[in-house]
C-alpha cells in the first residue's frame, strides 16, 4: 500500500509517517498543498490524506482538484 500524507504540523506528520512505515506502508509526507497535488499528479496512491487547512492550497481545494481531474 502507498500512503500520500499531506500535513503541515511537521512533528505530527513525522510521527504519522513513522506509524505507517513501521506497518510496512510506504508513505510520502508533505507540507503543503500544492506539494501534495503535485506529487498526486505524478505518483500513484492508494491513499491520500489531507488535513483540511495547509499552506498554499487547503486540503478541501486539493480534494476538488483531484476528483475534477480524475
Do not use: Q, T
Amino acid at each position: 500500500m502507498r500512503v500520500l500524507l499531506v500535513e503541515d504540523e511537521k512533528p505530527l506528520a513525522a510521527a504519522l509517517g513513522k506509524i505507517f512505515e513501521k506497518n510496512k506502508i510506504l508513505v510520502d509526507v508533505v507540507n503543503d498543498g500544492i506539494e501534495g497535488k503535485l506529487l498526486s499528479e505524478h505518483d500513484v496512491y492508494d491513499v491520500i490524506i489531507l488535513d483540511i487547512m495547509l499552506p498554499g492550497m487547503d486540503g478541501l481545494e486539493v480534494c476538488r482538484k483531484l476528483r475534477n481531474e480524475a
